[in-house]
């Protein structure tokens, strides 16, 4: 089964950092493009983190460069997203995504999410 | 203030035809396919159309997308009280190098 698992969340203070981790199972993780998106608590899908098969390129939105750091482990099948310098407004349910392959770049296979809240 | 404009709401009866609009610009919509994803109550996203007009293997033919210039539309047909959500349309965005969301329409089956 194509399944993508994450885990890492919890509460956190302000300032605080965490590590999320997704793991991939079910189908060829090198050879997939891979994002992280969030939902806040009443909000909209936002996107957070992009990384390319080789993690030759990634991307961030302006809000979070420098903050949040997108990796991945082929080896390992799975996907990391280092948050540093948490805000409270960064508490959401925080979730990974496969990208298809090109030419289409929907993403197709979902994580279940995990919970980050930062809050003292 | 999201990139991409959707309807905070949409409504309709069972069995009625309903759209939902998603205005871009030229840098997304205008010159990248645009997605759509249906989020039921308490779970994960679901790629519902993508590449403007394609559906993923399982997705019903009521669903369908189109694209005109910087605009995108889904459209449900037959609705069905199990189509009630929270849907999303989704573009890469060439200038702020971003993937870009609307805000997200709530669809309310009356």
């Known amino acids: 089964e194509v399944q993508l698992v994450e885990s890492g969340g919890g509460l956190v203070q302000p300032g605080g950092s965490l590590r999320l981790s997704c793991a991939a199972s079910g189908f060829t993780f090198s050879s997939y493009e891979m994002i992280w998106v969030r939902q806040a608590p009443g909000q909209g899908l936002e996107w957070v983190a992009y990384?390319?098969?080789?993690?030759?390129?990634?991307h961030y939105p302006d809000s979070m460069k420098g903050r949040f750091t997108i990796s991945r482990d082929n080896a390992k099948n799975s996907l990391y997203l280092q948050m540093n310098s948490l805000r409270a407004e960064d508490t959401a349910v925080y979730y990974c995504?496969?990208?298809?392959?090109?030419?289409?770049?929907?993403?197709?296979?979902w994580g279940q999410g995990t919970m980050v809240t930062v809050s003292s | 203030q999201s990139v991409l404009t959707q309807p905070p709401s949409a409504s309709g009866t069972p069995g009625q035809r309903v759209t939902i609009s998603c205005s871009g610009s030229s840098s997304n919509i205008g010159n990248n396919p645009v997605n759509w994803y249906q989020l039921l109550p308490g779970t994960a996203p679901k790629l519902l159309i993508y590449s403007n007009n394609q559906r993923p293997s399982g997705v019903p033919d009521r669903f369908s997308g189109s694209k005109s210039g910087t605009s995108a539309s889904l459209a449900i047909s037959g609705l069905q009280s199990e189509d009630e959500a929270d849907f999303y349309c989704a573009a890469w965005d060439d200038s702020l190098n971003a993937w870009v969301f609307g805000g997200g329409t709530k669809l309310t089956v009356l």
């Open positions: 990384i390319s098969s080789s993690s030759s390129t990634k």
């Open positions: 995504a496969r990208e298809q392959h090109k030419p289409s770049n929907g993403f197709d296979i």
